[in-house]
Nanobody, 129 residues
C-alpha cells in the first residue's frame, strides 16, 4: 500500500510561484511512476505532469515551461514547482502513484490514468488576478 500526503497549496497572485510537496510512504518509492493532476470546480480532472522512475518527465501543454516535477529519493518526496502562475491554474492539485511499472516512458495518454491507484488528499491552489 502506498500513502501520499500533499502540502504547499495556498493563495498566490498571478505570476507568482508555489511548490507543492507529496510525501510518499512506500516500500519501493524509487520505482514508482509519479504524476500530478488538478481539478477545478465544475471541471474535469486534468493531467498536469508525470515523472517516471528513470528520471524522464512529460507535461501537459498548458503548464509546459512553467511547471517542473522533481523527486527527492532520500526524502521519499515528489515536488511540483509552479512558476508564472495564472488564474486558470486555480484548482485542487493531486499527486498520484503508479506501482505497476506498466506506463511507457516519454508520453502521456489519457488511458494511463487507470494505473494510478494511490492518490493524495489534494491541496488547493488559488491564483488571483
Amino acid at each position: 500500500q502506498v500513502q501520499l500526503v500533499e502540502s504547499g497549496g495556498g493563495l498566490v497572485q498571478a505570476e507568482g510561484s508555489l511548490r507543492l510537496s507529496c510525501a510518499v510512504s512506500g516500500r519501493t518509492f524509487g520505482s514508482y511512476t509519479m504524476a500530478w493532476f488538478r481539478q477545478a470546480p465544475e471541471k474535469e480532472r486534468e493531467f498536469v505532469g508525470i515523472s517516471w522512475s528513470g528520471g524522464r518527465t512529460y507535461y501537459a501543454d498548458s503548464v509546459k515551461g512553467r511547471f517542473t516535477i522533481s523527486r527527492d529519493s532520500a526524502k521519499n518526496t515528489v515536488y511540483l514547482e509552479m512558476n508564472s502562475l495564472k488564474p486558470e491554474d486555480t484548482a485542487v492539485y493531486y499527486c498520484a502513484a503508479d506501482t505497476s511499472g506498466r506506463i511507457p516512458s516519454g508520453y502521456w495518454y489519457a488511458s494511463y490514468v487507470r494505473h494510478f491507484r494511490s492518490w493524495g488528499q489534494g491541496t488547493q491552489v488559488t491564483v488571483s488576478s
